[in-house]
Nanobody, 121 residues
Framework: VQLQAFGGGLVQAGGSLSLSCTMS????????VGWFRQAPGKDREFVAT????????RASDPLKGRFTISRDNAKDAVYLQVNMLKPEDTAAHYC???????????????WGQGTQVTVSS
């Protein structure tokens, strides 16, 4: 079972990116998914989470309004739309899958390799 996160890149401040998360080996649609990010020298931090059925979702309070999580279970994918990017958003962004949605790391059983988001000023 592997998670793949992709869609990162280099953008200017104020720009947008759409990150995607897919799973091979199992159906991602049966898992809650979280997005986390980690900048060099910093702890991994919660970004957003969504329930398996997509009914519940939320982003971390500092990122609300700029980061939006969604999913399309017909395509077996989860997305993270990131808008109005700032240089401080520069980090590796990871998706994770687990039995229930959470802002904590521990419920998530599977982790993707991360996709780098770099925002230039």
């Amino acid at each position: 079972v592997q998670l793949q996160a992709f869609g990162g890149g280099l953008v200017q401040a104020g720009g947008s990116l759409s990150l995607s998360c897919t799973m091979s080996g199992r159906a991602l649609s049966t898992y809650a998914v979280g997005w986390f990010r980690q900048a060099p020298g910093k702890d991994r931090e919660f970004v957003a989470t969504i329930s398996a059925d997509g009914v519940y979702s939320r982003a971390s309070d500092p990122l609300k309004g700029r980061f939006t999580i969604s999913r399309d279970n017909a395509k077996d994918a989860v997305y993270l739309q990131v808008n109005m990017l700032k240089p401080e958003d520069t980090a590796a962004h990871y998706c994770a899958a687990g039995p229930y949605h959470s802002s904590n790391l521990f419920p998530y059983e599977y982790w993707g390799q991360g996709t780098q988001v770099t925002v230039s000023s």
